[in-house]
């Protein structure tokens, strides 16, 4: 038996964990402060709508998926954590350092999962990429480059918090550690916020980790590159099918004062299919089921609303 799951926010994120949900055969409510909007999603899937607290507070219910603005995540958290609810908040968990650690601290106290929806940790890609790096297929990793760039999403946050959340969790588990250090550069051009950083992330050992994010791009780019000492992979999401992992086995290295490099042809990995938002949600549910801490969870989460802080401080 699933889990019962119902959602909380019908915008357009929260209308795919809603289809998700429901695909799976979890979904039992949906929740909208617009609770004609909820009825809508709620006919469709022939499940419940509720208000928001009313959802929070049914028995029937036992875990939430909170879709809402960034700074109403942590008040309905922490009320659903009082009320016996594990609960996926979407990312940013909040807007503030200190909110996100109590709601991290909220969930501890109360013994219930927390975790935190950076969908692209789930891609297969992704972990594909990962299982590689744990091979040794290109050595040590000594860099990471991440871009995320196209046109548009002006949606009343700077582009810092709305695009770099989903490299930044790329970044944290491929270094397997938090930052010491985080330096931005931001550019104001076509709106009144930030349309352009660039963010670097150094972390004990040497690795560091540099994410380009723009929305006011000419072209779309969506390449995670991870550079070793043997070799390098290449995440790119706009690739097509079956070229989205790429495996360059280019070599540097140095002779006496001379450093020498060779290429390498470019070799596309394997990756099993599967739906990112899917295998988000399936894990959610075996955490709630088994009790287990999930694998974006309250230390990531907390971290990557730092680290955003850190990058663009806001008020």
């Known amino acids: 038996m699933h889990p019962r799951i119902a959602v909380i926010g019908c915008g357009q994120w929260g209308q795919n964990h809603v289809r998700t949900l429901a695909e799976i055969g979890a979904l039992v ?4 402060r617009n609770l004609e909007r909820a009825e809508i999603f709620a006919e469709r899937h022939d499940v419940a709508a509720m208000e928001p607290d009313e959802a929070i507070a049914s028995p029937a ?3 939430l998926v909170l879709a809402l603005p960034a700074s109403a995540h942590g008040p309905v958290a922490r009320a659903a954590f009082a009320a016996g609810k594990d609960v996926l908040i979407e990312k940013p968990i909040s807007l503030d350092v200190a909110d996100a650690e109590l709601t991290a601290a909220v969930a501890r106290k109360a013994d219930r999962i927390l975790m935190v929806g950076h969908v692209l940790r789930f891609h297969p890609v992704f972990q ?7 091979e040794g297929r290109i050595g040590t990793v000594r860099h990471i480059i991440a871009n995320r760039m196209g046109l548009g999403r002006f949606l009343g946050m700077d582009v810092v918090w709305d695009l770099a959340p989903h490299d930044l969790s790329l970044i944290l588990k491929m270094a397997g550690s938090m930052p010491i250090d985080v ?3 931001r550019r104001k051009v076509l709106s009144d916020a930030t349309d352009v950083a660039d963010i670097v992330l150094e972390f004990a050992g040497g690795l560091k980790a540099e994410v380009h994010a723009s929305r006011i791009s000419p072209y779309r780019d969506r390449r995670f590159s991870v550079i070793g000492t043997t070799g390098m992979l290449v995440f790119d999401d706009l690739a097509p099918e079956g070229e989205k992992l790429a ?11 001379v450093f020498s490099f060779e290429n390498a042809p470019v070799t596309h990995l394997p990756v099993s299919p599967g ?3 899917d295998r988000e949600l399936r894990h959610f549910i075996d955490c709630i089921v088994h009790r287990r801490q999930p694998e974006t969870g309250p230390e990531e989460a907390v971290e990557t609303v730092r680290i955003l802080n850190a990058a663009s401080p806001l008020g």
Do not use: F, N, Q
Not at 29 to 32: L, M, R
Not at 128 to 134: N, W
Not at 247 to 257: A, F, N, Q, S
């Open 29 to 32: 409510a949906v929740a909208d």
């Open 61 to 63: 219910i036992d875990a």
């Open 128 to 134: 594909k990429l990962c299982a590689s790096v744990a």
């Open 183 to 185: 330096t931005s550069m």
């Open 247 to 257: 495996l360059y086995g280019h070599k540097v290295w140095r002779d006496g004062e």
């Open 275 to 277: 739906l990112p938002l």
